[in-house]
């Protein structure tokens, strides 16, 4: 059974400061998403990861995808405070032949200070 | 594109009643997901459809609830009875297919007094 991991799951940071969320993920996938939700609002997708080795960047995100490591990194840059939201990874639980079945992580709750 | 709409956005209900939940997926895309999400335990996958067709329902807590899809446009999730630990946001998702992502709706916050 798929199980996703996110670390931290909290994460106070200082706006201008430099950090990375982690997701683990258990079994074999090669494909991984992020997606961001504010407080009390849906989910919005930030990025796809489609192979190993995949770089996405939008703005001071930007996510990586290593899947012999099983592991996928957001790395925020120089944070504003516009970046608090909570963070998921999600991978789909197929791997070539894709399911388009996602497991979501636990979340990674951001708070950016000024 | 309006996106994917859920209605009710808020549901209040007394323990025991039937709860009905709706959605409507972005025209042309052949998955809809239904997923719930507490504090307690994230967001967990209820069920799935793909062109129309219960492709994984493993995520369906008990018999007490059951999800449809009669159309490509409309699906809905009922619990009947329902139970305060029922209590979550439940979203709604379409996808085109593999590798394309899921486009959330908005939610449904259900509470069960």
């Known amino acids: 059974e798929l199980k996703v991991e996110q670390n931290p799951l909290f994460l106070s940071m200082q706006e201008g400061k430099n950090y990375t969320i982690y997701c683990n993920y258990s079994t074999t996938s090669d494909r991984l998403y992020w997606y961001r939700q504010d407080p009390g609002k849906s989910l919005e997708s930030l990025f796809v990861l489609l192979s190993n080795g995949a770089v996405k960047q939008e703005g001071r995100l930007m996510a990586s995808l290593d899947t012999k490591a099983r592991l996928s990194t957001l790395h925020i840059t120089a944070a504003v405070h516009d970046l608090s939201a909570t963070y998921f990874c999600a991978v789909d639980s197929g791997y070539g032949g894709a399911t388009n079945k996602l497991i979501f992580g636990t979340g990674t709750l951001l708070a950016v200070q000024p | 594109d309006a996106g994917v709409i859920q209605s009710p956005r808020h549901e209040v209900t007394e323990m025991g009643q039937e709860v009905t939940l709706r959605c409507k997926p972005i025209s042309g895309h052949d998955y809809l997901f239904w997923y719930r999400q507490t504090m307690m335990r994230g967001l967990e996958l209820l069920i799935y459809?793909?062109?129309?067709?219960?492709?994984?329902d493993s995520g369906m807590p008990e018999d007490r609830f059951s999800a449809k899809m009669p159309n490509a446009s409309f699906s809905t999730l009922k619990i009947q009875p329902s139970e305060p630990r029922d209590s979550a946001v439940y979203f709604c998702?379409?996808?085109?297919?593999?590798?394309?992502?899921?486009?959330f709706g908005s939610g449904t916050r259900l509470t069960v007094v």
């Open positions: 998702a379409s996808s085109r297919g593999p590798g394309r992502g899921y486009t």
């Open positions: 459809f793909n062109n129309n067709v219960p492709i994984d």
